[in-house]
């Protein structure tokens, strides 16, 4: 999906201009994800995870993301 590899692309950029750290990190990761590069995408949530930290909401939101992209590189791995 080319069209979300730029979305995300600009999403990142657009939320680090404005000062939303945690949203370019997870907008990096999910490009990352769709580049198939899911250990530099989890480093992404994982940062993003660290600014997030006196957000109990986002800090849950967070790992459970992070959860299912490890359950995603599990099948993208097994599959291969």
Do not use: V
């Not at 730029?6 to 997870?26: D, F, M, P, V």
């Amino acid at each position: 999906f080319p069209s979300h590899d730029k979305r995300n692309q600009l999403l990142a950029e657009s939320s680090a201009k404005a000062g939303i750290a945690w949203q370019a990190h997870t907008a990096r990761g999910e490009y990352l994800i769709l580049e198939g590069d899911y250990d530099n995408a989890l480093r992404q949530y994982d940062m993003a995870l660290k600014l997030a930290e006196k957000d109990n909401y986002l800090s849950a939101s967070l790992k459970a993301r992070i959860k299912a992209i490890k359950q995603e590189e599990e099948a993208a791995t097994t599959k291969s």
